[in-house]
């Protein structure tokens, strides 16, 4: 008898979308033996390019349900595909430890709440006098700030990650077309995606990762999903106070909803987790550093030296992300406005199980 893989790789997978997403489902999918056709007409300005990279895995409060299910099976995860795709990038790391701070009260009863209800996770409070504290009330000139560090959470940098899974693909043979899929449909038992250019990719599945422009695609098959467009942005921004060292404070941090990670000693990027808007603001410095109640001068004097922004997908009206199998060998996974890096991993999984089971 004839082994899976090798029945798999005379299946054909067409995945549309070429963020994180796409790429990862990829990625899971080459590995089991799938023959991959991945089409995107602009993979390099998605959102997933503009991702800070931040997983947050252990340090998510809620402990149950489909999220946290997704959650705690990507954290387990991402070691192992690191691992392995240190063989394309050695330099491929999640940096540890990430720290989330806050200057509220409430929020940080709740945090300590959290953190002695999970003692096991490598959570831990920090105190005031440890060093991740000193060093960030010295900088920014504080003394209310509190919070947990999570041994076990990190960042990984998502552009280097896009380009290993890149470099991965191109050695697998994966094809990859830049165009865009006006219509899909289906004929017989094949899938036959149309691009603008007119070509016809037949697949025998297809996996939709196109995020916002989901609908597009299966509207004329009397399917709907709700996604709302949901704008992140970051800056980086520049300093010039020869007193303030930023390396001297941890490598990727939270303060009050805003995400931070010093590149340089006078360089650090700064990102938004939530935004209800779609264009980039005028006065984004002034918003995304606004995390305390009084700036220190070499923040209030710095300058912003980059900028950038992605849209993401917000599912109205039910949890994100939206993963579904919509009728035999079309599934989409879409709607990841947050955390679409660090849910990757387990998403791709629950995606190739959907084909194993309708395959086989
Ligand atoms: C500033 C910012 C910071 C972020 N920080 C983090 C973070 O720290 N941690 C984290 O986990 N997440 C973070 N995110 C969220 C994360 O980036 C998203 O959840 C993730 O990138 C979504 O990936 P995706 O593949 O679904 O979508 P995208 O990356 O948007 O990819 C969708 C792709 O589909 C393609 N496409 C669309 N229509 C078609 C079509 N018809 N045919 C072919 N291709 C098509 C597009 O060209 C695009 O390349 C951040 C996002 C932003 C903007």
Redesign the pocket.
Known sequence: MKSLKENFHKTHVLI???????KFNALELSELGFQITI?????H???????????MGHMYQKRKGRSWALRKLSIELWPKWVEFLKEFNNELKIAKPLIQLTTNEEKFRKLEKFINENKDQGLKFLEDDSLPIKNINKAFQTKNIKGMISFKDG?IN?VSLLKTLDTYLKNKKVSFLE????KIRKSKKQWIAESKTKKEIKSDVIIL???L?TN??IDNLSHRVKLKPVL???IEVGINDKEVDLLSLPKQFNINGK?IIPISKNKLII??TDEYHTKPEKDIFKKLTNFIDKKPTWLEKGHITKQ???I??RPDGEPSPIMKNLEDGLIIC?G????????APACSKWVANEIKNYLY
């Not at 549309?16 to 796409?22: L, N, T, V």
């Not at 165009?179 to 006006?182: G, S, V």
Request: glycine residues 14%; contains cysteine; positive net charge.
């Open positions: 549309i979308g070429s963020g994180i997403i796409g089409i995107d007409p602009a993979e300005k998605n959102s997933s390019n503009a991702a800070l990279g931040l997983l960042r998502a165009e865009k899929i006006i990762c196109n995020s422009n597009d695609l992140g942005q970051a995400n990102g938004s950038w922004s992605g993401r997908s879409t990841f406005y947050k955390n679409g890096i660090l849910l």
